[in-house]
Nanobody, 114 residues
Framework: QVQLVESGGGWVQAGGSLRLSCAAS????????MGWYRQAPGKQRELVAL???????NYGDSVKGRFTISRDNAKNTVSLQLNSLKPEDTAVYYC????????WGQGTQVTVSS
């Protein structure tokens, strides 16, 4: 079975940092584009960042310069470093695959207080 497990979410004050991690199993990880999305209450789910199999990255406009996505193909993990956090970054963050099939993790909550 395919499984994506996120970790690293939590509570942080504005200006602080968190590092999220997604561990994948049941897929050929090195051949997949991977991404992070987020969804705040009452808002649509939006793309935060993605990374191709060879390390090319793209970011949503609201997080450029503050967040960094990376992957470790040897460990089947994709990470998201969140710096200079703002209250508007508060959301559930989801890991997903791109390809013939789409799989989602269960999400991890990030809460940023002012």
């Amino acid at each position: 079975q395919v499984q994506l497990v996120e970790s690293g979410g939590g509570w942080v004050q504005a200006g602080g940092s968190l590092r999220l991690s997604c561990a994948a199993s049941g897929i050929i990880f090195s051949s997949n584009v991977m991404g992070w999305y987020r969804q705040a209450p009452g808002k649509q789910r939006e793309l935060v960042a993605l990374i191709t199999s060879n390390g090319i990255t793209n970011y949503g406009d609201s997080v450029k310069g503050r967040f960094t996505i990376s992957r470790d193909n040897a460990k089947n993990t994709v990470s998201l470093q969140l710096n200079s956090l703002k209250p508007e970054d508060t959301a559930v963050y989801y890991c997903r695959t791109f390809g013939q099939y789409v799989y989602w993790g269960q999400g991890t909550q990030v809460t940023v207080s002012s």
